[in-house]
């Protein structure tokens, strides 16, 4: 390929990166504020599954109407793998430990280990993880960690156990979803979120009353189309493509930047206000994001500059005429 053409491919690339971390990050923080609305009078697992069950009809038949072709036997099988891990047990993990009382604040911070278990998979599935990415990971989870200092850190033994497995089977799935052989890109979201989705359901039919769906207020039914929608319609198809298309650590990078947004959307649209631990943690995942985003680059720069002050290797090259005199 000429190099203008390659130049102009990556650089559409790196525009296609930008716009699904914008989306996965901006939607997905706000989902927080449209979860807590849904939540005011729909039970929580009917609410995910049949969020996801809907999401997977929808884009079946989107992947049908492009010609994409319905999964093999083999690809029906991972995607149900991944569907099970990311939709089924990562979701209703979520679920469940906020219902034995997790506390807000050990969830939200819990919840940020999954870009360093995904990037510690990657590794060990033999792909180079660059020491600049687990730096700003490490930088990420301790600037989620200060934003979630204000809230509850309480928990039972069960539900913290709950809580570390959400990341987990997240982590796992999403590792899987670049590892295994599955469909086209929409027609694989399909798969995953309906064969997800239809496990979530059996669990709701048998704990939760569907009665209950009759008394949903119509704020909490517009919250649970948002979510359908942009949730999950959009960012997490944006998030599926991020893992296919660059680092590990780089897609589950929204971890700890939708707890920030967030908190901006709270004071925005809730009231909420900010406090002294915010201007620490803001910074910090600023930092994350530059390492993950342009950490090799940086490094090198950092080097250039090194060897260019008087003490590096240039500045005694330009010295070296100075002390033979």
Not at 28 to 45: D, V
Not at 149 to 160: M, N, V, W
Request: with cysteine; aromatic share 8%; charged share 5%.
């Amino acid at each position: 390929m000429p190099t203008f053409f390659r130049a102009q491919a990556q650089s559409s690339r790196g525009l296609a990166v930008a716009v699904a971390l914008l989306l996965v990050y901006v939607v997905w923080g706000t989902t927080y504020f449209a979860l807590g609305i849904a939540l005011e009078t729909m039970p929580p697992l009917l609410m995910n599954a049949s969020r996801f069950l809907c999401a997977g009809v929808v884009m079946l038949l989107v992947a049908l109407a492009q010609g994409q072709a319905l999964p093999t036997a083999a690809q029906w099988r991972h995607s149900a793998l991944v569907g099970g891990l990311m939709v089924f047990l990562a979701m209703n993990c979520i679920g469940f430990a906020q219902k034995m009382g997790i506390g807000s604040g050990l969830m939200a911070t819990v919840v940020t280990t999954m870009p360093m278990w995904l990037a510690l998979w990657t590794r060990w599935g033999g792909e180079h993880v660059p020491a600049t990415s687990w730096v700003g990971l490490a930088l990420g989870v301790v600037g989620a960690l200060l934003l979630a200092l204000e809230g509850d850190f309480s928990a039972s033994g069960l539900g913290a156990l709950l809580a570390f497995g959400a990341p987990l089977c997240w982590s796992i799935g999403s590792y899987a979803s670049r590892k295994l052989s599955l469909p086209a890109p929409a027609m694989a979201s399909g798969a995953q979120w309906l064969t997800g989705g239809a496990m979530g359901m059996v669990l709701a039919l048998a704990v939760e009353p569907v009665g209950a769906l009759a008394d949903v207020s119509a704020r909490s039914w517009l919250a649970w189309v948002y979510l359908l929608g942009l949730g999950t319609l959009v960012a997490l198809n944006a998030y599926l493509w991020l893992l296919q298309n660059t680092s590990a650590a780089l897609a589950g990078s929204y971890s700890f930047v939708n707890p920030a947004v967030a908190l901006l959307v709270g004071v925005a649209l809730g009231g909420e206000r900010l406090t002294g631990w915010v201007y620490a943690a803001l910074p910090l995942i600023g930092a994350a994001l530059a390492l993950l985003l342009y950490g090799p680059l940086l490094l090198q720069a950092a080097q250039r500059l090194r060897a260019r002050m008087p003490g590096g290797r240039a500045g005694r090259r330009m010295l070296a005429p100075d002390t033979t005199l």
